[in-house]
């Protein structure tokens, strides 16, 4: 099965910014849409970007124009770059194929706090 490990979260105030990757093995990567994902204490798994093979890409609405979504298939990584964050995008931060599979890393923490 395919592995994804994450990092780049830290503690970072507001208005400060950070850049995830997400470092997936297998030889298929390629052909996966990619999403990045947060779950926030006491708040549901939400999808925040998705990228498609091709690099085609949606946001969520509460990350539009803060956040990009990227990927380089030949180094099987996909990135987030995240401006201009608020406390509102604590979470633990999780890369998975778009729709997602049920096999999740362990995740990234990011907290923006003052």
């Known amino acids: 099965q395919v592995q994804l490990v994450e990092s780049g979260g830290g503690l970072v105030q507001p208005g400060e910014s950070l850049r995830l990757s997400c470092a997936a093995s297998g030889s298929i990567f390629r052909f996966y849409a990619m999403g990045w994902y947060r779950q926030a204490p006491g708040k549901q798994r939400e999808l925040v970007a998705r990228?498609?093979?091709?690099?085609?890409?949606v946001y969520a609405g509460s990350v539009k124009g803060r956040f990009t979504i990227s990927r380089d298939n030949a180094k099987n990584t996909v990135y987030l770059q995240m401006n201009s964050l608020g406390p509102e995008d604590t979470a633990v931060y999780y890369c998975n194929k778009y729709p997602e599979s049920a096999y999740w890393g362990q995740g990234t923490q990011v907290t923006v706090s003052s």
């Open positions: 990228i498609t093979s091709g690099g085609s890409t």
